[in-house]
Nanobody, 123 residues
Framework: QVQLVESGGGLVQAGESLRLSCAAS????????MGWFRQAPGKEREFVAA????????FYADSVKGRFTMSRDNAGNTVDLQMNSLKPEDTAVYYC????????????????WGQGTQVTVSS
């Protein structure tokens, strides 16, 4: 089992930044690729970003490429999502997830999910 707890959500204005964090506990964190997903009201959950177990490779949805940066600290068992130049359409509940395979995350699947943190961007 891997337990995931997100933090860092909040209310910001368009153009501002937020940094989300996800703390992992349980089975060996370094075995897992990690991902961020989001779900806006009335919409399906969508892939945002993923990072390989080593942290050497990152992947982003086109909608956030160039604005969001994902990183991980394997010693601290955390992953972060730095979100810059936020837009109202980024408003959603953001979820952290873990899976042994990056392709699974890219396909919107994961073995473990956090509870989510709300991000609201006002115009």
């Amino acid at each position: 089992q891997v337990q995931l707890v997100e933090s860092g959500g909040g209310l910001v204005q368009a153009g501002e930044s937020l940094r989300l964090s996800c703390a992992a506990s349980g089975r060996t964190f370094t075995y897992y690729a990690m991902g961020w997903f989001r779900q806006a009201p009335g919409k399906e959950r969508e892939f945002v970003a993923a990072i390989s177990w080593s942290g050497r490779n990152t992947f982003y949805a086109d909608s956030v490429k160039g604005r969001f940066t994902m990183s991980r600290d394997n010693a601290g068992n955390t992953v972060d999502l730095q979100m810059n130049s936020l837009k109202p359409e980024d408003t959603a509940v953001y979820y952290c997830a873990a899976d042994l395979q990056v392709p699974s995350l890219y396909a919107n699947r994961a073995d473990y999910w956090g509870q989510g943190t709300q991000v609201t961007v006002s115009s």
